[in-house]
């Protein structure tokens, strides 16, 4: 989301820290995924010396949630749609990692599996326009 002006970024910022901007992410994890949908919870810390990457850190971690539903199983693999509620560094890349216990297909930085491309797609963005006050659904189809 790009503003063409200083008054209309403010105001897509401020609806981006006060969570009206609703966000929907798709992705592959490369397992079975058995339960079909949650909320994951937990603290995500971003070490000084060691950016971008995040960790769980139950001490000094800010709190994050995200929620997930299982959309299709194809083979040994899961569809997944994550809504994070909110917008941390990496959230659903580590939700998926340290949440689930499988991180997202492609992602080498938390899984570690090697594949030709990271397999997260945003997939809406819906916020309210700054000037007109109506709502603005962004739709981008997945493309894998």
Do not use: M
């Amino acid at each position: 989301l790009l503003a063409k002006s200083l008054d209309i970024y403010r105001c897509l910022s401020q609806q981006f820290q006060q969570r009206q901007v609703e966000k929907i992410y798709e992705a592959i994890l490369p397992e079975i995924i058995e339960q079909e949908s949650g909320i994951i919870v937990l603290p995500l810390w971003g070490h000084p010396q060691n950016r971008p990457y995040q960790t769980v850190d139950w001490q000094r971690g800010k709190a994050s949630q995200t929620y997930f539903k299982v959309i299709g199983k194809e083979g040994n693999y899961s569809r997944l749609e994550f809504i994070p509620y909110t917008g941390r560094t990496h959230q659903i890349r580590v939700h998926s990692q340290a949440g689930l216990g499988i991180g997202i297909l492609g992602d080498f930085l938390y899984n570690g599996k090697q594949s030709d491309r990271l397999y997260l797609h945003a997939k809406q963005l819906s916020f309210r326009h700054p000037q007109t006050e109506t709502k603005i659904d962004l739709i981008i189809p997945t493309p894998f």
